[in-house]
């Protein structure tokens, strides 16, 4: 989609119906802070009768008790009601706000693998916590503050014409300046605000960076360095947060003063007509409170029309990501896989390109079911592509991936994705306990198969020895794995899954070449006997697979069984030469 077709569409395209669900909320938490706002807008007036009564000695007893009856009851009225239109605005806020991030989350897990390519994390997070937060703002805080604005100021507006037209014209004229400022100043305040939180959250990124890679800074003992590079992350911010604050620290007195000059008018003006007899002691103290009580909404409307400045930026970012819909779609009569499959893969002259970059050349391969196939060649040559494409990560740009004879692209995406079991290069491990990462299917899977898992890919007694067993946390909560355990653990998750087609890309580099054979020889006794590949550099691996396919730029550049290859005296038997040269050096 377009920009401009982005920016044509209405702002509230995903968060109008969310709005409207709540919109029974918000119109109550709004009439209810018109009911405190008129009745904050009474008190001055039964106080001004009070004081003119007082001072010219005609107030009695029970004229004093009423008027304080009705100020309590109004008091009680506005504490309780200021409860209630927080409740319901600021709640519908949060509820607003939790709805949006449930639908941004939905939308990042059905989004496919090449919106995550381009997408930075530290992008996506800021969507989810920042942006989702200036949403909320605006139509919590922001909202309110705009009905504060019209209710607060129509009213006592209203009181004050009610006591002296000229007087109130006067003591207008400061505060419409203090609204002027507020309104200029607003988006100046908001840019700079922004370039705050930009150096704010690279600064964060630093950090967030050198503690990931604090192992590194230390073996290359780059400390100075890593020292240097916060310090100028850490000056820009407090180069651009003191311009903020001279901004600002300007605009907040300002205000004060123009608050002050009103009241000024308000002693001078009121003071003669008060000295002429035509205006009560009673009306010049109402008077004050009413300055006093418009000051804030003048002021409000400034934070306002920032918030929303800022949520209407943010609901753009939001929107332009909920808008996009996967690349990697089902069809509508996709073919659910009811029992199991074959495990039958073809690659008929698969093309994969990117950028105009052929990663995939015309590639086309057979494997039958049950048979072990390994996949070897240079970096880049396209070997984790392959898995990419059978798993729908991708679709090829020309070409078919079938599986049993069906073109991948027909099956249900669930479906086809729960027969493949995939141990990727970039081992995962979630913050969580031995057994969940381990049993992550939606499966129904007991003890009795996570241990056969594990005893399959040679972890189960490492486990065993931790004495929390499948419980042990692992990652920054709990215990470190080793490289090799931690590739073990992800291959028992596959294992878990019983898949028709298991790949191990790269899975077994971390590990010593018996467990290697062991964890290989095991699955060759699985009873399912998967369709398996292997994908690897290390000859070791790949001489006890069925047929290897050796990869060169997007192509398969030789094919056939381990001894096949070798007497092709080729790219394969090269490394293989290689690999033997340095195991015998490994060994003396
Ligand atoms: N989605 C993508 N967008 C752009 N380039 C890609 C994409 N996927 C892969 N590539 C590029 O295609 C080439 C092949 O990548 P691939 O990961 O398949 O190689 P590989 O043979 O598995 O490499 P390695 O041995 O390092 O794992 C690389 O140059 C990679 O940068």
Same mark, same amino acid.
């Given at each position: 989609? /377009? @920009?401009?077709?982005?920016k ?12 409207r ?7 109550c ?16 007036g039964i ?11 005609t107030?009695?007893?029970h004229?004093?008790l009423?008027?304080?009856l009705q100020i ?5 009225g ?5 409860y209630f ?7 519908s ?9 449930? *639908?941004?989350?939905?939308k ?5 693998a090449?919106? %995550?390519?381009v997408?930075k ?9 920042n942006?989702?937060?200036a949403v ?5 805080d922001?909202?309110?503050m ?16 009610r006591?002296n ?7 207008l004229?400061?505060l ?18 922004k370039?705050?939180?930009?150096a ?6 630093y ?17 100075k360095?890593?020292?240097?590079g ?6 820009d911010?407090?180069r ?6 001279k ?28 000295? !002429? ?22 002021t ?20 332009e ?6 690349t ?5 009569d ?6 199991e499959l074959?495990?039958d893969?073809?690659f ?10 052929k990663i ?5 391969f ?7 196939i390994?996949?070897?060649g240079?970096?880049? /040559? ?8 059978l798993t ?19 099956y249900r995406?669930?479906?086809?994705? !729960?027969?493949?079991?995939v141990?990727?290069?970039d081992?995962f491990?979630?913050?969580?306990s031995?057994?969940? *990462? ?19 890919s040679?972890?189960? *007694? @490492?486990?065993?020895e ?8 692992v990652?920054?909560r709990?215990?470190t794995l080793?490289?090799?355990e931690?590739? !073990?653990v ?5 294992f878990?899954?019983k898949p028709r087609?298991l ?6 580099s971390?590990v ?26 290390r ?7 069925d047929?290897?396919?050796?990869? @060169?730029a997007?192509r398969?550049a030789?094919?056939?069984? %381990? ?5 092709? %005296? ?7 030469r290689?690999?033997?040269?340095e195991?015998?050096?490994e060994k003396e």
């Amino acid at each position: 989609m /377009s @920009n401009t077709e982005t920016k044509q569409k209405s702002i509230w395209r995903h968060l109008g119906p969310i709005i409207r669900k709540y919109w029974v909320r918000y119109l109550c938490g709004i009439l209810i802070l018109a009911a405190v706002d008129i009745s904050q807008t009474i008190i001055p007036g039964i106080t001004a009768t009070v004081i003119d009564d007082l001072s010219s000695f005609t107030a009695t007893a029970h004229t004093l008790l009423v008027a304080l009856l009705q100020i309590s009851a109004l008091v009680a009225g506005i504490t309780v009601g200021r409860y209630f239109w927080r409740f319901l605005i600021w709640g519908s806020a949060r509820y607003l706000e939790q709805e949006v991030r449930d *639908n941004l989350f939905a939308k990042y897990l059905e989004l496919s693998a090449d919106f %995550h390519d381009v997408h930075k994390t530290g992008d996506l997070m800021a969507l989810v916590t920042n942006d989702l937060e200036a949403v909320r703002q605006s139509l919590g805080d922001g909202l309110l503050m705009i009905s504060d604005f019209f209710i607060m100021t129509t009213f006592t507006l209203i009181a004050m014409l009610r006591f002296n037209r000229a007087l109130t014209l006067l003591a207008l004229i400061p505060l419409a300046l203090i609204a002027l400022i507020v309104t200029r100043a607003g988006p100046l305040v908001f840019k700079l605000f922004k370039r705050v939180q930009d150096a704010f959250s690279a600064l964060t990124d630093y950090v967030e960076e050198a503690m990931t890679g604090m192992r590194i800074i230390k073996v290359f003992t780059r400390e100075k360095d890593a020292a240097r590079g916060l310090r100028v992350k850490a000056m820009d911010l407090q180069r651009r947060d003191i311009h903020l604050i001279k901004i600002w620290g300007l605009a907040g007195p300002l205000i004060d003063f123009l608050g002050a000059i009103s009241v000024l008018v308000l002693l001078w003006y009121g003071g003669i007509l008060a000295t !002429r007899g035509t205006f009560t002691i009673g009306g010049l103290v109402a008077f004050n409170t009413y300055i006093g009580m418009l000051a804030w909404p003048m002021t409000a409307l400034g934070q306002a029309i920032n918030l929303f400045q800022r949520g209407q930026a943010s609901a753009a970012r939001i929107n332009e990501i909920l808008d996009r819909s996967s690349t990697i779609q089902e069809l509508p009569d996709a073919v659910s896989i009811e029992g199991e499959l074959r495990g039958d893969v073809d690659f008929e002259h698969v093309t994969f390109e990117r950028e105009g970059h052929k990663i995939l050349d015309d590639v086309s391969f057979h494997i039958a079911s049950g048979e072990k196939i390994g996949i070897i060649g240079p970096i880049g /040559s396209g070997k984790t592509t392959i898995v990419s494409l059978l798993t729908r990560a991708y679709d090829p740009s020309a070409g078919k991936v079938l599986v049993d004879g069906v073109d991948v692209r027909r099956y249900r995406l669930k479906d086809l994705r !729960r027969a493949i079991g995939v141990v990727t290069q970039d081992v995962f491990l979630f913050s969580d306990s031995l057994e969940e *990462n381990i049993n992550v299917t939606d499966l129904p899977v007991g003890e009795k198969e996570i241990g056969e898992a594990t005893k399959q890919s040679d972890i189960y *007694n @490492n486990i065993s020895e931790f004495k929390d067993e499948f419980g042990t946390i692992v990652g920054e909560r709990g215990v470190t794995l080793s490289g090799g355990e931690k590739q !073990r653990v992800t291959i028992a998750r596959a294992f878990l899954k019983k898949p028709r087609i298991l790949v191990l890309d790269d899975a077994l580099s971390a590990v010593d070449a018996d467990t290697e054979k062991h964890i290989l020889d095991n699955i060759a006794g699985f009873t399912s006997r998967p369709t398996t590949i292997v994908i690897s550099n290390r000859i070791s691996a790949l001489r006890q697979m069925d047929r290897v396919l050796v990869l @060169n730029a997007g192509r398969v550049a030789e094919e056939g069984t %381990h001894s096949a290859l070798l007497r092709k %005296h080729d790219w394969y038997w090269r490394v293989f030469r290689r690999q033997l040269v340095e195991h015998k050096v490994e060994k003396e």
